[in-house]
């Protein structure tokens, strides 16, 4: 890729992660390679089991305690986040990738788990011919504001309104 950009997926509305996976098996597709890192999440979600059989293609790690979620963080909710943007960076810097998802980097910016400034520093660190992509409600406004494209997912109806927990191989 000559010139990759940087893509955020927010809003309060269902399938920022759905979008993130849709880019990443395309790019697969393509020939592309794509490293994932889901931040706050610590399970074997359906799209974990289904991207392993793209995993010549698709690297996709999970940086979460499973278990935060409000209130203060703790210091193995900010030591996992750690690790995950410096597998991140990693991924990023070693020219084997050409897409680079970070999985709920927003969420995880915005209840103190990960300092703005270090989403910002893989912005500007990005290589040329990378694509960045943030998923996650709340999108920092430091991160907006150098995105090159953002896509809101407003709900407008949901079936979590009428009691509809979670489905596997919808939701998760």
């Known amino acids: 890729m000559e010139k990759g950009y940087v893509q955020v997926y927010t809003g309060d509305g269902k399938g920022k992660t759905a979008a993130a996976l849709g880019l990443a098996v395309r790019a697969a597709g393509a020939g592309m390679r794509v490293y994932i890192a889901q931040f706050m999440k610590n399970d074997r979600y359906s799209e974990i089991r289904a991207l392993q059989r793209l995993s010549d293609r698709i690297t996709i790690e999970q940086f979460g305690t499973g278990r935060f979620v409000r209130g203060q963080p703790e210091p193995m909710d900010l030591e ?16 084997e990738y050409d897409i680079i998802v970070l999985d709920e980097a927003n969420v995880a910016c915005s209840i ?24 996650g409600r709340g999108g920092p406004p430091g991160v907006l504001a150098n995105a090159d494209l953002i896509t809101e997912m407003k709900s407008v109806h949901h079936y979590f309104e009428k009691g509809v927990g979670a489905r596997t191989g919808i939701e998760n």
């Not at 996992?80 to 020219?95: F, I, N, P, V």
């Not at 103190?112 to 910002?120: A, D, R, S």
């Not at 040329?128 to 943030?134: N, Y």
């Open 112 to 135: 103190g788990i990960i300092p703005e400034q270090n989403l910002l520093d893989m912005i500007s660190k990005k290589p040329e011919g990378v694509e960045l992509v943030f998923t």
């Open 80 to 95: 996992a986040a750690r690790q995950g943007l410096a597998a991140a960076r990693q991924a990023m810097e070693s020219g």
